[in-house]
């Protein structure tokens, strides 16, 4: 799957979520990561450098989802509060349960999920992002959280399993190699954004 691909969905959902639009079809890679990276934090910088990540892209049924991660998130703050062991079933779970409101975490949309698992199966979700390692570790949502956490949930109210598909980001685990490349990077200055 090409990298652009990928690019050009996430972009398009971050414009959605904003009200914003641009000629994504227009634009190529280094457009489109420019533009996403101006709209995210930027922490998935690394993913997108030539040769460490491959992208792929598949349907999600319910025993996967049962394992995915939500985005890494700071303890007691956004996911992590919503879900202690990051596990998209387990917010679904404390959602179904009521141990997670909006009023525990602004930084997640509890109503927005709850809407999302009520209008299921009409409604059509759009592809979450995934990404993990080269391990057995499940991969992590870094696009796409609320839609997942809303299937899950419709899944655990007694609905049938949703139309879900993601792109998978597949990251190269060479951790020393990283990390020299991260040292000269820094040792050049470590101008932002010189090192994917």
Known sequence: MAREAVLRHWLDRELCKYDESLPTAEMGETALLEALMARTTGENRPLWRPRETTWYH?????????????VAAPESLGWHRVAPDGRMW????????????????PLVDVAAIC????????RDLDDIVLVGGQTTTAPRAVDGNHRAVGAALHVLDGGAMPELAAYVGVVRTRPLALL????RWL?????????W
């Open 90 to 105: 387990t917010a679904a779970e404390r959602i179904q349960d009521g141990t997670v409101t909006d009023d525990d975490t």
């Open 58 to 70: 598949d349907t999600v049924d319910e025993r996967p989802l049962r394992r995915l991660r939500t």
């Open 115 to 122: 809407r999302i698992a009520d209008a299921l199966p009409a």
């Open 187 to 195: 040792a050049r200055g470590g101008r932002r954004g010189a090192w």
């Open 180 to 183: 020299v490349e991260k040292a």
